[in-house]
C-alpha cells in the first residue's frame, strides 16, 4: 500500500559517514537528525560500537539515578477496558467492531476481578488501554455510556481507576489515545501516570490514502505532539515511544525522537519512551509488510539512548524480542516495560509475555539485576507535588520502597480510599504577606525550585517568535479608517496604531478620549474592593508567575477559612462593595474549597458581591470535583458568587500561552469557561496581560476575539457577558521567564498609551468600560491612559501582593484620597461604583468616605513614635 514500502530508494550512508557518526557518538558530541538516521543503519560491528556508547550513557545514568545495574519492569495486569475505537489503524488486531463483542465495555465487576487477580499475584500497576473515544464512532458504545451513567469513555475510564484504587490498591495507568489539556486534569487525580505511543512523526502515513494511520484521526502526529505537550503542561509522568516499521523512513524515525526529546526537556514529563517494533499479525491490513528485523530495534534503542540522554528511562517490550534480550540491553535498554503474570498483551495477544523469573535469568546474565518498579517512575516518585496529585500519594506510599522510589519488596497492594484532603485548611506561611511586601520585601527572588519547575529555558526560548512586526498600512491611513468605523479596523490597520507615535499617536489617543466620552462621559470610576489572595502556593508553573510558591518556600502561605472571613468583615467595615478572591492552584486543597471560600465570604457579608475564581480555578476545581464547568459554575454562584474576573486570559493565543504559562489553561478551555458562565448569568471581567513574549499582533487578535465573545453572548443571552476590559502590562522584575532572560522587561508608556487607545476603538460597541491597572502603571501612566480612552481605575485592592511578588513598585492599595490626589490633575470627576459599574448605596458611600476606602488593618505600620 502506498506510504507502506520500505524506505523506497533509501540509500544506506557511506562507511565514511557512518564511522563520523559512530565518532561523534563515542566522543559524546550532540547528533543531529541526519547523523542519527545514518546510526539508524548500523549493523553487526557498527551496531556493537553504537551499543557500546549508548550502554556507556545508560550506565551513566542510572549511576546517578541511585541504581546502578538494575533494570527495571512493572509487574501489572492488562485491562482492555474498551476494544471499539474511532480510529481503523492498519496495524491493529486490538480494535474489533461492535458485532464481534458481547458488549461494548468491559463491566465494573469485569474490571475489578482483574484487578484483584493481579493484586493477589502481587501485581502494582492496573495497564488501561482502549480504544480512542468510541462513542464517536460506535452507536452501541454511545447508548452503553448512556444506559450506565456516563458522559463518556474518560469518565468511565475515571469511575474505574477510582474503583481500582479502592477497592485492590493497584495504581492505574491510563492509555486512553489522545487526551486534552482538559482531560489531563480529570483524570490526573486518579492515576499516577498516562501514556500514549507517539509512534511516527511521519504525517505523510496518516494524510496519504493506502497509510497506516490513514482515516485514523487520533494519529494525526502533530495531534499526538500536542497531547506529550499537554501532559508535561498538566505536570503526568508520561510514558510515549516510536514505533518502527510501519513505513517510516530513517529519518522520519530520527524526526520522531528528537521530537521526544523536545517536549522531554521542555516540560521534564517523559518518564519513559519504548522503542517497539511492528510485528505483522494475520487479519490485518499489513499483514503482509515484513517485521521490523530485531537489530533494526537494537539499533533504534540505541539511536534513542544517545539522542534522549541519560536520564530517559528506555524500553522494549520483552513480548516483541524473541530471545534477543542481551541484544536489547546492549543497545540501552533500562526497562521492561509491564509484565504480567495474569493477563495476554492485548495489543499483541499472539505474543505472550516472559515469566519474570526467565526475565529476571536473562537480564542477570547480562550483568544487570532485574527489579520491580511501580507505574510511576522513582524520579517523579521523589519529586512528589506537582507530578504526584494528593489524592493518589497514599496509594502510591503504600508500595513504594521510600529509599529507592521503586517498588517496596513484598510490598502487596491493598485497596484504600480515594479521596479528596480532608477539606480543612489551615493557616500557614506569611499570612501577612500583603503587608510585609511593601515593608520587608520578598524573602528570595525566585521559588526553589526555579531550576527545575519551568522546564528546559533553551528549548522554551526555541518557541518565541518575537521581532519586527509587518504591517502595509499607513498610520495616517488607519487614523482616518478607525474615525470612520473604529472597531472595524483591519488587522493591519490596528496593528499599524500600534505602531504609531507622535502626533500620530496623540492623534489616536484623542480619537479614544473622544468615543470614551462620547460612551461613557468624563467620570473615572473606582470601586472599593478588597483582593483576597487566600493561598500563594502553586504547582501550575506559570512562567510569567512570581507570586506562585511551593508549600515550603519561605514565602508560601495559605489563609484559614477564618482569616478570609475576619478580611471580608474589616472590607465591609471600610465601605467595601465587593470581594476580588483568587488563589494559587494549591493541590491539597479539595476541589469543593471554592464552595466553602464563596460560602464563608456571604456568610460573613451577604451583601458583598463577590468577584471570585478565575477560569483556571474553574477549570481546577471542575476536574478535582468531576463536575462539568457548567456545574461547577452554578454550584459555585449558589455558593455566593456574583461575578467572575476574567483572568489568567494572560494572551489569548495558544503559541504565546505555551511558552507563558507552561501548565495553565488553554485559549478555548479560557473561553468555555467565561462562555459559560455569562450563559448562566454570572458576568466576568476580560483582562489582556502584554509585554512579555507576545508581540503587537497578538494584542490585535486578542481584542477582536474578546469582542466576538461579547457579540456572540449577546445574541445568546440577549445581554453582555463582559462588564470591562482589563489591561495588564506584564510586571518583569520578579517573574521568572524574565529571569531566564526571555522576556521583555516590560512595556513601554507609549506602547502602553497605544494599546489602551486601540483597546476603546476595537472594543467599541462590545465594551463600554476600559480599565487601567494603576498597579502596574503607576500614577504618571495611569494618567496617560485616563487621557486615551480609559475610564476606569480599578480598586482600591486593599491588599495586592501579585504584582508586588513580581516586582511592582505602586503598592498594595490606594486610598480614596490617593485615587483623588491621581486623577486631580486630569480635571475629570472621580466616582465610586459598585462591580457592575452602578452606584453604590449612601450607606457604602459613607463608609467608605469614612475609612478612605481601605481597612485600617492592611495600612502600612505608622512609623514609630519618637521617644523622648
Ligand atoms: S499565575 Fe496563577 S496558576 Fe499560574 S503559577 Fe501563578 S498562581 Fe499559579
Same mark, same amino acid.
Given at each position: ?50 551499543? /557500546? ?16 545495574? @538494575? ?63 468510541? /462513542? ?113 523512513? =530513517? /529519518? ?68 516483541? @524480542? ?6 536489547? @540491553? ?48 522513582? /524520579? ?35 485497596? @484504600? ?193 463577590? =468577584? ?257
Amino acid at each position: 500500500m502506498a506510504g507502506m514500502e520500505p524506505e523506497a530508494g533509501v540509500t544506506t550512508p557511506t562507511p565514511s559517514a557512518m564511522r563520523r557518526a559512530l565518532a561523534r557518538a563515542r566522543d559524546g558530541k550532540t547528533l543531529d537528525v541526519a547523523e542519527a538516521a545514518v546510526l539508524l543503519h548500523a549493523r553487526g560491528d557498527d551496531l556493537k560500537t553504537l551499543s /557500546e556508547h549508548a550502554s556507556r550513557i545508560r550506565d551513566a545514568g542510572l549511576e546517578e539515578a541511585g541504581r546502578a545495574g @538494575i533494570i527495571t519492569y512493572s509487574r501489572k495486569v492488562f485491562i482492555p477496558l474498551t476494544r471499539l475505537c474511532r480510529d481503523r489503524c492498519g496495524y491493529c488486531t486490538f480494535v474489533t467492531v461492535p458485532g464481534r463483542l458481547e458488549s461494548p465495555f468491559l463491566s465494573p465487576d469485569e474490571v475489578l476481578d482483574i484487578a484483584r487477580k493481579g493484586a493477589e499475584m502481587g501485581c502494582k500497576e492496573a495497564l488501561f488501554t482502549l480504544g480512542d473515544r468510541p /462513542e464517536d464512532r460506535w452507536k452501541a458504545a454511545r447508548d452503553w455510556l448512556d444506559a450506565h451513567g456516563y458522559d463518556d469513555t474518560l469518565s468511565y475510564v475515571r469511575a474505574m481507576a477510582i474503583r481500582v484504587l479502592e477497592e485492590t490498591g493497584l495504581l492505574p495507568h491510563l492509555n486512553p489515545g489522545v487526551l486534552s489539556w482538559q482531560d489531563f486534569q480529570r483524570l490526573k487525580p486518579v492515576a499516577p501516570s498516562m501514556g500514549m505511543m507517539l509512534e511516527t512523526t511521519a504525517r505523510r502515513l496518516w494524510s496519504e490514502k493506502g497509510g497506516p494511520h490513514y482515516g485514523s484521526p487520533d494519529k494525526d502526529p502533530e495531534v499526538r505532539l500536542r497531547v506529550l505537550e499537554d501532559a508535561g503542561r498538566s505536570s503526568v509522568p508520561f510514558t510515549t515511544g516510536v514505533l518502527i516499521g510501519i513505513g517510516e523512513t =530513517h /529519518e522520519e524515525r530520527a524526526d520522531a525522537l528528537f521530537a521526544i526529546r523536545k517536549t522531554a526537556r521542555e516540560y521534564g514529563g517523559i518518564q519513559e519512551v519504548i522503542v517497539q517494533n511492528f510485528r505483522a499479525k494475520p487479519d490485518t491490513k499489513m499483514r503482509a509488510t515484513p517485521d521490523a528485523d530485531l537489530e533494526e530495534l537494537a539499533a533504534n534503542i540505541a539511536v534513542a539512548r544517545l539522542v534522549l540522554g541519560p536520564r530517559m528511562r528506555i524500553q522494549a517490550p520483552p513480548n516483541l @524480542i524473541g530471545d534477543q534480550y542481551d541484544l536489547m @540491553i546492549r543497545a540501552g535498554i533500562d526497562d521492561w516495560g509491564g509484565v504480567s503474570p495474569l493477563t495476554p498483551d492485548h495489543v499483541n495477544p499472539e505474543r505472550a509475555w516472559p515469566q519474570i523469573d526467565l526475565l529476571a535469568r536473562q537480564t542477570e546474565k547480562a550483568g544487570f539485576a532485574l527489579r520491580e518498579r511501580l507505574t510511576i517512575y522513582p /524520579e517523579y516518585v521523589k519529586r512528589g507535588q506537582p507530578w504526584l496529585d494528593p489524592r493518589v500519594t497514599r496509594h502510591v506510599a503504600a508500595l513504594v520502597d521510600a529509599e529507592t522510589g521503586l517498588a517496596r519488596d513484598g510490598a502487596l497492594p491493598v485497596g @484504600i480510599p480515594w479521596q479528596e484532603p480532608d477539606g480543612g485548611w489551615e493557616e500557614s506561611g506569611r499570612t501577612d504577606l500583603h503587608t510585609e511586601i511593601d515593608t520587608t520585601g520578598r524573602t528570595e527572588d525566585r521559588r526553589g525550585d526555579f531550576d527545575s519547575v519551568y522546564g528546559d529555558w533553551k528549548e522554551i526560548g526555541r518557541k518565541i517568535k518575537t521581532g519586527p512586526q509587518r504591517f502595509d498600512t499607513d498610520i495616517r491611513d488607519a487614523l482616518r479608517s478607525a474615525e470612520k468605523d473604529p472597531a472595524g479596523l483591519s488587522d493591519d490597520a490596528a496593528l499599524a496604531l500600534l505602531h504609531a507615535d507622535g502626533p500620530e499617536l496623540d492623534a489616536l489617543t484623542k480619537l479614544a478620549d473622544d468615543l470614551r466620552r462620547e460612551v461613557v462621559g468624563d467620570d473615572i470610576t473606582f470601586v472599593v474592593t478588597r483582593n483576597i489572595n487566600f493561598t500563594n502556593v502553586c504547582y501550575t508553573g506559570c512562567r510569567f508567575c512570581a507570586f506562585a510558591q511551593r508549600k515550603t518556600d519561605a514565602d508560601a502561605y495559605t489563609l484559614s477559612l477564618e482569616q478570609v472571613g475576619d478580611r471580608v468583615d474589616e472590607a465591609w467595615a471600610a465601605g467595601a462593595t465587593e470581594i476580588c478572591m483568587q488563589g494559587g492552584i494549591h493541590p491539597d486543597l479539595p476541589g469543593t474549597a471554592y464552595f466553602d471560600l464563596a460560602a464563608e465570604v456571604k456568610r460573613r457579608q451577604p451583601d458583598i458581591h463577590l =468577584h471570585s475564581f478565575s477560569p483556571m480555578e474553574v477549570v481546577n476545581g471542575a476536574s478535582r470535583t468531576n463536575l462539568s464547568i457548567r456545574d461547577f459554575l452554578i454550584r459555585a454562584k449558589e455558593s455566593g458568587v456574583d461575578s467572575l474576573p476574567g483572568t489568567a486570559a494572560e494572551i489569548l493565543d495558544d503559541d504565546v500561552r505555551w511558552v507563558l504559562t507552561k501548565g495553565k489553561l488553554p485559549t478555548d478551555a479560557w473561553i468555555e469557561v467565561v462562555t459559560t458562565a455569562h450563559d448562566i448569568g454570572l458576568p466576568t471581567t476580560a483582562t489582556m496581560m502584554y509585554g512579555h513574549v507576545d508581540n503587537p499582533s497578538h494584542w490585535v487578535g486578542h481584542l477582536k476575539l474578546l469582542a466576538k465573545l461579547q457579540r456572540e453572548g449577546v445574541e445568546r443571552n440577549g445581554r453582555r457577558g463582559f462588564s470591562e476590559f482589563v489591561l495588564l502590562p506584564f510586571i518583569h522584575q520578579s517573574s521568572p521567564i524574565y529571569l531566564a532572560g526571555l522576556a521583555r522587561a516590560g512595556t513601554t508608556l507609549r506602547e502602553n498609551r497605544a494599546v489602551h487607545a486601540l483597546s476603546r476603538l476595537l472594543l467599541h460597541g462590545t465594551f463600554d468600560n476600559i480599565q487601567s491597572s494603576w498597579v502596574k502603571l503607576g500614577e504618571e501612566g495611569s494618567r496617560a491612559v485616563l487621557q486615551g480612552g480609559v475610564n476606569d481605575i480599578g480598586g482600591t485592592l486593599m491588599e495586592e501582593t501579585i504584582s508586588r511578588m513580581a516586582g511592582a513598585a505602586n503598592g498594595s492599595y490606594k486610598t480614596i484620597s490617593d485615587m483623588r490626589a491621581m486623577v486631580e490633575p486630569l480635571g475629570r470627576p472621580l466616582r465610586q461604583r459598585t462591580t457592575s459599574y452602578g452606584t453604590p448605596s449612601d450607606e457604602r458611600i459613607a463608609a467608605a468616605q469614612a475609612s478612605d476606602g481601605v481597612a485600617t488593618a492592611v495600612r502600612k505600620p505608622l512609623l514609630p513614635l519618637l521617644t523622648p
